[in-house]
């Protein structure tokens, strides 16, 4: 068994070092430093050889049980699967089968990698990625005057603190001042700015204008000097506009749209964080008493497989020596 765990041990050297540079090839470099040398791709390594030699040995203990290489090959898929599945990588697993966990050689070498390679400190991109996915999904729904008028007095939101301040002219009715936004040039950039997306404030205008019971509020003056704040808090005051809160219109929109109204990047970011935070693992937190606990349990398996294989030969099924 020593003679096999020496020359098993060379040529598992030798297969992390092509594995290594088969990935360096294919652009998966390990750059930086590593928290026991100065550089990763030694750290990653050796627990690429910790992983290979541990199954390695469990490969050289199955064939001291068995009796031809046909056998062998018809068990090895079953403890593939074993692996994988308990694993811990491919889906998230109960608690109640953690110790079944720790019999897998999967678990302890994956803790050792994604610790290794910082995964819970990697933005997930995939997240922000089924952003892009949906961007041109649409969606509708329906929106008061009420609504309407409580988003323009929100005097927090900048956009619509600045769009209250724009003067609009002296005195003037309600109805010349929604005239005068929805024809005259200077006002262009009013008129399309958007209070949700899909529905801009030349909408609305022309949505209370239109409104026949509104005729005698139209007809009011506004005051002096005239900024669209001033319209918008006479209107929220008005008893008989109140009554014309559940008024509305059906709008559609895009994901997209509405991404680009609040931020898209400012969004991405919070939702990549935010996946971070939700999906952190301290199985894989980056410490070296993290790292060192998985290399142990790895060897664990090392030394486990390499007396059992002693043990079968030795006691169990000694013409097979």
């Given at each position: 068994?020593l003679?096999?765990?020496?020359?098993?041990l060379l040529?598992?050297?030798?297969?992390?070092?092509?594995?290594?540079?088969?990935m360096?090839m294919?652009?998966?470099?390990?750059?930086g430093?590593?928290l026991f040398?100065p550089?990763?791709?030694?750290d990653?390594?050796?627990?690429?050889?910790l992983i290979?030699?541990?199954s390695?040995?469990?490969?050289?203990?199955?064939?001291t049980l068995?009796h031809?290489?046909?056998?062998?090959?018809?068990?090895?898929?079953?403890v593939l699967i074993?692996?994988l599945?308990?694993?811990?990588?491919?889906?998230?697993?109960?608690?109640i089968v953690d110790?079944?966990?720790?019999?897998?050689?999967?678990?302890p070498?994956l803790k050792a990698?994604?610790?290794?390679?910082?995964?819970?400190?990697?933005p997930?991109?995939t997240?922000?990625d089924m952003?892009?996915l949906?961007?041109?999904v649409?969606?509708?729904?329906?929106?008061?005057v009420?609504?309407?008028?409580d988003?323009?007095g929100?005097s927090?939101?900048?956009?619509?603190?600045e769009l209250?301040?724009v003067?609009?002219?002296?005195?003037?009715?309600v109805?010349?001042?929604?005239?005068?936004?929805?024809?005259e040039d200077n006002?262009?950039a009013?008129?399309e700015?958007n209070?949700?997306?899909?529905?801009?404030?030349?909408?609305v205008?022309?949505?209370l204008?239109?409104l026949?019971p509104?005729?005698?509020?139209l007809?009011t003056?506004?005051?002096?000097?005239t900024t669209?704040g001033?319209?918008v808090?006479?209107?929220?005051t008005?008893?008989?506009?109140?009554?014309f809160?559940d008024?509305?219109?059906?709008?559609?929109?895009t994901l997209?749209d509405?991404l680009?109204?609040?931020?898209?990047?400012e969004t991405?970011?919070l939702?990549?964080?935010k996946?971070?935070e939700a999906?952190?693992?301290?199985?894989?937190a980056?410490?070296?008493e993290?790292?060192?606990?998985?290399?142990?349990?790895l060897?664990?398996f090392?030394?486990?497989?390499?007396?059992?294989s002693t043990?079968?030969?030795e006691f169990?099924?000694?013409?097979?020596?």
């Amino acid at each position: 068994i020593l003679a096999h765990m020496m020359y098993q041990l060379l040529m598992c050297v030798l297969q992390t070092a092509i594995t290594l540079f088969v990935m360096n090839m294919m652009g998966m470099k390990f750059q930086g430093s590593g928290l026991f040398t100065p550089w990763l791709v030694v750290d990653a390594g050796i627990t690429m050889l910790l992983i290979t030699y541990a199954s390695d040995l469990l490969s050289l203990w199955i064939s001291t049980l068995v009796h031809s290489t046909t056998t062998a090959m018809t068990i090895m898929p079953f403890v593939l699967i074993f692996q994988l599945i308990f694993s811990g990588g491919l889906f998230a697993l109960p608690q109640i089968v953690d110790p079944i966990v720790k019999l897998t050689i999967s678990s302890p070498g994956l803790k050792a990698m994604a610790s290794q390679t910082q995964v819970n400190s990697l933005p997930y991109d995939t997240v922000t990625d089924m952003l892009n996915l949906v961007d041109d999904v649409e969606f509708g729904g329906r929106i008061t005057v009420g609504q309407v008028l409580d988003a323009l007095g929100d005097s927090e939101n900048q956009t619509i603190s600045e769009l209250r301040q724009v003067q609009i002219g002296n005195v003037m009715t309600v109805r010349e001042v929604g005239e005068a936004i929805l024809t005259e040039d200077n006002y262009k950039a009013i008129r399309e700015t958007n209070i949700i997306e899909g529905l801009n404030v030349g909408q609305v205008i022309s949505l209370l204008m239109d409104l026949e019971p509104l005729e005698d509020v139209l007809s009011t003056n506004v005051g002096f000097i005239t900024t669209l704040g001033d319209v918008v808090d006479f209107l929220a005051t008005n008893e008989t506009v109140q009554s014309f809160r559940d008024e509305g219109l059906t709008i559609r929109t895009t994901l997209g749209d509405i991404l680009d109204l609040v931020g898209r990047e400012e969004t991405k970011a919070l939702v990549e964080s935010k996946a971070a935070e939700a999906l952190y693992e301290p199985d894989y937190a980056y410490t070296q008493e993290n790292i060192i606990n998985n290399w142990l349990h790895l060897l664990i398996f090392i030394a486990a497989f390499a007396l059992l294989s002693t043990i079968t030969l030795e006691f169990i099924d000694k013409d097979k020596r």
